[in-house]
């Protein structure tokens, strides 16, 4: 049973443009919510957090945004660039125990 | 100012056989948590150790244990070994708890023949 779930595997987005990565979850109990990307080879690095009193968080090119009535949140990439093309994994915290999404691939095309 | 830092990077072994995986924090951090990614899956939550003390587990059987040492450092212990159990493990050290953003290593990517 997914607690964290990442619906669309992979998301293609031209450069320049705003990439949106969803994700949803399950369990209310959740607090903290954060976004990792990975490149091939390398381990999780992460990108921006969001605590569950906040329905909004911004650092630069990256915005997370958190509805908690309807258990989402998206990362707003924008504008989009080439080096963004990576694995992205949606993570939800409770108790010190982060659960993980199967990530969402995002390609951006020249 | 070194990142976290895991050992080796891709042991084989047989089924039955045991493996240490290893892990060095990044400096300055004080909790380590493990974690199994399979193929085309996010990471799995393993445990997590803070003052040498098991502190959170994930559901995974008590064929995986665990230590940390005193400089922070972590051992993974997996025995019996399956061949399901071949996957990246990834090592992630924080501060105070894993609210603190994880730092990742790289992973070390155990194959079971």
């Known amino acids: 049973d997914q607690q964290v779930k990442q619906n669309s595997p992979s998301l293609s987005v031209q450069e320049g443009r705003i990439s949106i990565l969803n994700c949803d979850y399950t369990n209310s109990m959740f607090d903290y919510f954060l976004w990792y990307k990975k490149y091939p080879a390398e381990g999780p690095t992460f990108l921006i957090s969001?605590?569950?009193?906040?329905d909004k968080n911004e650092d630069g090119r990256f915005t997370v945004f958190l509805n908690k009535s309807a258990k989402h949140l998206s990362l707003h990439i924008v504008p989009s660039q080439p080096g963004d093309s990576a694995v992205y994994f949606c993570?939800?915290?409770?108790?010190?125990?982060?659960?993980f999404g199967k990530g969402t691939r995002l390609h951006i095309l020249p | 100012d070194a990142g976290v830092t895991q050992s080796p990077t891709h042991p084989i072994k047989t089924r039955g056989q045991q493996v240490t995986l290893r892990c060095s924090p990044k400096?300055?951090?004080?909790?380590v948590s493990w974690y199994q990614q399979a193929l085309g899956q996010g990471p799995q939550f393993i445990f997590q150790?803070?003052?040498?003390?098991?502190?959170q587990r994930g559901n995974f059987p008590d064929r995986f244990s665990g230590h940390q040492f005193p400089n922070y450092s972590s051992e993974l212990n997996v025995n019996a070994l399956l061949l399901g159990d071949s996957a990246l493990y990834l090592c992630?050290?924080?501060?105070?708890?894993?609210?603190?953003?994880?730092?990742f290593g790289d992973g070390t990517r155990l194959s079971i023949l």
């Open positions: 993570a939800a915290s409770e108790n010190d125990k982060i659960i």
């Open positions: 400096s300055g951090h004080d909790t």
């Open positions: 969001i605590s569950s009193i906040k």
């Open positions: 150790y803070y003052e040498e003390e098991e502190r």
């Open positions: 992630a050290s924080s501060w105070g708890g894993s609210n603190q953003p994880q730092h």
